[in-house]
T-cell receptor
């Protein structure tokens, strides 16, 4: 099955700095890569996703990049704010066959004011 | 709009006891999932369902059973709880169209 690895496990940045979280996947059939944000005491919530037919996607301060050849994708958060502090998960799946999502182990992001 | 609701939110069991976690969604989603979340291990899929009356095993199904008798409900059962099942359990639902998963707020289970 798919194996998704995520780094780093913890990340501490100063408010206003950028944060980058990286994931790798093993199954070349995977073509859908979402990112989820989990705030304390809550369930994860989708913040952005990317499909394998594009290399980059942006949504305000958040961007995701995908390198299919190297089988890795990254989440970029610019101008970080304290409310960005949370646990972030990457995942991989196969579009139109969402039987299984394989999640990374999570990154705890701490944005210091 | 309630989304995905899990009950109970907290439960303490003794080894060998049984219990059922209930997940309900009001979005008419076809897919439903049960995950467990453990420190440093992310979210691991226990069982999932692609429609009413169907269930399938995920990555870590041992010690759990599930049922989906109604489209909106997905039940996770522990027949004989073990300390290794101490975890936070999340239910999620989704559609084949978008791929977005909607998670409940989690159920924290402690097995003594």
């Amino acid at each position: 099955g798919e194996n998704v690895e995520q780094h780093p496990s913890t990340l501490s940045v100063q408010e206003g700095d950028s944060a980058v979280i990286k994931c790798t996947y093993s199954d070349s059939a995977s073509n859908y890569f979402p990112w989820y944000k989990q705030e304390l005491g809550k369930g994860p919530q989708l913040i952005i996703d990317i499909r394998s037919n594009v290399g980059e996607k942006k949504d305000q301060r958040i961007a995701v990049t995908l390198n299919k050849t190297a089988k890795h994708f990254s989440l970029h958060i610019t101008e970080t704010q304290p409310e960005d502090s949370a646990v972030y998960f990457c995942a991989a799946s196969i579009e139109n066959n969402f039987n299984k999502f394989y999640f990374g182990s999570g990154t705890k992001l701490n944005v210091k004011p | 709009n309630a989304g995905v609701t899990q009950t109970p939110k907290f439960r303490v069991l003794k080894t060998g006891q049984s219990m059922t976690l209930l997940c309900a969604q009001d979005m008419n989603h076809e897919y439903m999932y049960w995950y467990r979340q453990d420190p440093g291990m992310g979210l691991r899929l226990i069982h999932y369902s692609v429609g009413e009356g169907t269930t399938a095993k995920g990555e870590v199904p041992d010690g759990y059973n599930v049922s989906r008798l109604k489209k909106q409900n997905f039940l996770l059962g522990l027949e004989s709880a073990a300390p290794s099942q101490t975890s936070v359990y999340f239910c999620a639902s989704g559609t084949v169209n978008t791929g977005e998963l909607f998670f409940g707020e989690g159920s924290r289970l402690t097995v003594l």
